[in-house]
């Protein structure tokens, strides 16, 4: 059965650091692996796709990066603003349905 | 609007009332999915599509209805709500299996 861990569940850091968010896997047959960012209160909004065949997508500050073969994906995040701050989820996708890690609270502090 | 709609946005029913959550997008995406996000479980799949017609449950489905005539529309229904069906309820679609996923906005359900 696929589990996604997020690590780490929590993150505080100063505005415009470069930050790194991990996401883990235990099934490497994958379709895809998405990126969300939550607000309080809010939906979900897509931040990044990355297919099971490619290694890394990037928009704007945030690159994410997916390796199949340990089971791993990070959200990289460059020059951190406070507007950044949210839950950020990451979801590996098997035959049709999402499986979803908790979740990692990002605090930017101005 | 192009795109996924959840109404109503907030809802507030009594126990053992009926009450339906609808959900439309204007894509024509032949997946849809309805999950339900609370505090210590995260989002759980309650029910998904594959197509018109085409229903199935997920994790997590007792309590809750389900149909698609329409490719755009899954609405979901609470045959008689308790208060652990209170949470937050979102409805997301995607085109074909290894497509971007969209979300709604979620729909906030109370049961009192």
């Known amino acids: 059965k696929q589990e996604v861990t997020q690590i780490p569940a929590a993150l505080s850091v100063p505005e415009g650091e470069n930050l790194v968010l991990n996401c883990s896997f235990t099934?490497?047959?994958?379709?895809?692996l998405q990126w969300f960012r939550q607000d309080p209160g809010k939906g979900l909004t897509s931040l990044l796709l990355i297919q099971s065949s490619q290694r890394e997508q990037t928009s704007g500050r945030l690159n994410a990066s997916l390796d199949k073969s340990s089971g791993r994906s990070t959200l990289y995040i460059a020059a951190s603003q406070p507007g950044d701050s949210a839950t950020y989820l990451c979801a590996g996708r098997g035959h049709y349905q999402l499986i979803w890690g908790a979740g990692t609270k990002l605090i930017i502090k101005p | 609007d192009a795109g996924i709609t959840q109404s109503p946005r907030y809802k507030i029913t009594e126990t053992g009332r009926q009450v339906t959550l609808m959900c439309h997008q204007t894509w024509s995406h032949s997946y849809m999915f309805w999950y339900r996000q609370d505090l210590g479980h995260g989002l759980r799949l309650i029910y998904y599509?594959?197509?018109?017609?085409?229903?199935d449950k997920g994790e997590v489905p007792d309590g809750y209805v389900v149909s698609r005539s329409k490719t755009e529309n899954f609405p979901l229904t609470l045959e008689s709500a308790t208060r652990s069906q209170t949470s937050v309820y979102f409805c997301?679609?995607?085109?074909?299996?290894?497509?971007?996923?969209?979300f709604g906005q979620g729909t906030r359900l109370t049961v009192v």
């Open positions: 599509s594959a197509a018109a017609d085409i229903t």
């Open positions: 099934d490497s047959a994958i379709y895809n």
């Open positions: 997301a679609s995607i085109s074909i299996r290894g497509a971007e996923a969209f």
